[in-house]
């Protein structure tokens, strides 16, 4: 056994369910690659390690292609120490270990480029995604339609009506797979009376994540237009297909 992966091994062996992965995940090629990967694997990649020796409790991890385990340590090594991004770099590991396809690297890729305000946004988003399930986003401007339709948001909306639809709407929006950022009701009362409702809080993250191709900003209205009648216009970040297929692997419970 040569002196880099008796380096590589000794520095995961401090725990003992860390070495283990190391072991199964780098498989034969470990000696190879024990001099590239030695110098990212500190604590970081013990914790990674460590979560998928628990979650993968009774299973047998397979090896993972040289090119794709050498270049997925190097960028979870730098990744936040935060205990989703961990949780999602585990499950990507140990889906790559089960069917290895070439969409790993690039959720790898991806995974390297969020932080924990991301993968917290994104765990936002899977919990939609469970209740309405992945199959719903493209009916979504159906549902929205469906679900603004039953707050009554017609004919000659007044403020103070507007007022309190403002929480419900909310509240509807809230167990959907999007990310609101705005709220437009434009009122039936006074030709040209709008109010405006943002939300701004995850602002950076929705671009962050836009950028990645994981989101994109979307706008829904209802009713039809009608002259002089109410409009409610909501504005919101909806996952892409990558989105979704990323979610699946990175981020499954």
């Not at 725990?15 to 190391?22: I, K, P, Q």
């Not at 943002?198 to 009713?223: A, G, M, W, Y």
Request: proline fraction near 4%; charged fraction near 25%; charge should be neutral.
């Amino acid at each position: 056994m040569s002196n880099e992966i008796v380096t590589a091994t000794t520095i995961l062996a401090g725990s003992g369910a860390a070495g283990w992965t190391a072991t199964k995940l780098l498989g034969p090629s470990a000696d190879a690659l024990g001099q590239h990967i030695k110098v990212f694997l500190g604590d970081r990649i013990r914790k990674i390690f460590v979560r998928i020796s628990e979650k993968s409790y009774g299973t047998d991890l397979k090896e993972l292609p040289a090119g794709f385990v050498t270049s997925a340590i190097q960028k979870a090594s730098v990744s936040e120490d935060d205990i989703k991004l961990t949780e999602m770099w585990a499950n990507l590991l140990i889906a790559a270990s089960d069917g290895y396809q070439t969409r790993h690297m690039v959720f790898a890729d991806i995974l390297s480029q969020i932080g924990p305000d991301e993968a917290k946004l994104l765990d936002s988003i899977l919990k939609g995604l469970d209740q309405n399930g992945p199959g719903n986003l493209g009916n979504l401007d159906k549902n929205i339609r469906f679900g603004l339709g039953k707050l009554d948001i017609t004919g000659s909306l007044s403020r103070a009506r507007a007022n309190e639809l403002l929480d419900p709407i909310k509240k509807f929006v809230s167990t959907l797979p999007i990310v609101f950022e705005r709220l437009e009701l434009t009122l039936g009362t006074v030709e040209g009376d709008t109010m405006v409702v943002q939300d701004k809080r995850h602002s950076i993250s929705c671009l962050v994540l836009e950028r990645q191709n994981l989101l994109k900003f979307r706008e829904f209205t209802h009713p039809p237009r009608i002259y002089g009648g109410a409009l409610a216009k909501i504005g919101a970040f909806v996952p892409t297909d990558l989105g979704v297929e990323f979610l699946g692997v990175c981020s499954k419970k």
